[in-house]
């Protein structure tokens, strides 16, 4: 019966998720990453974003695929909106910064607004307790190109300057959309200032 019991115990550990994403109240991990904007690498770092005011950290799958185009257009879309509220944004992926440098100049998806920051080896996502896993073999995004990079999931924060997690966006839990992640993290920025 003991035996039992623990298998039991341990089948149930197996399949609870191991991490979940951080949530509200949480301190923001920091991170500084290779990052590009309107196509121009250069150094992106959380801390020096957050004494300006709060940030949107987003990350999201991969660049060129369906989801991920809307939900950095319409980041593009609302720019200015996020720029009122004084919230910086940032994307996350596992792309390269090559890939990067041309999503981010697309005028069809970042168009030069916002930057996107490169996670290779997952150590950003990792710190935010995000998994990243394989996508299929020789999947192609929608320029016909390999991605060949673990994707990374879709979840939004809003951090607050104080380094805390004001509000955790998961398209796992809460089944929203790509844009429904911008457009409910306007709201709360937007709250913020009031």
């Known amino acids: 019966m003991k035996t039992f019991v623990q298998g039991l115990t341990l089948s149930a550990l197996l399949i ?105 080896d997952h150590k950003i996502a990792d710190s935010y307790n995000l998994k990243a896993q394989n996508g299929p073999a020789g999947m192609k995004d929608v320029r016909g190109t390999e991605i060949g990079h673990a994707f990374i999931e879709r979840t939004t924060y809003v951090i607050g300057k104080d380094h805390k997690i004001i509000a955790t966006l998961s398209s796992a839990d809460d089944k929203l959309s790509p844009d429904q992640h911008v457009t409910k993290a306007l709201e709360i920025v937007q709250k913020l200032g009031k």
């Open 16 to 120: 609870l998720p191991v991490v979940a994403a951080l949530k509200v109240a949480d301190p923001a991990p920091d991170f500084s990453t290779r990052a590009s904007l309107a196509g121009k690498e250069f150094s992106f770092s959380l801390r020096d974003a957050l004494k300006k005011g709060p940030a949107v950290v987003y990350f999201y799958p991969s660049a060129y695929t369906k989801g991920c185009d809307l939900e950095a257009h319409t980041f593009a879309e609302n720019k200015e909106k996020f720029d009122a509220a004084g919230a910086t944004i940032i994307g996350v992926s596992a792309d390269s910064i090559e890939r990067l440098n041309a999503f981010s100049a697309d005028p069809d998806y970042c168009a030069g607004k916002f930057p996107v920051a490169s996670d290779p």
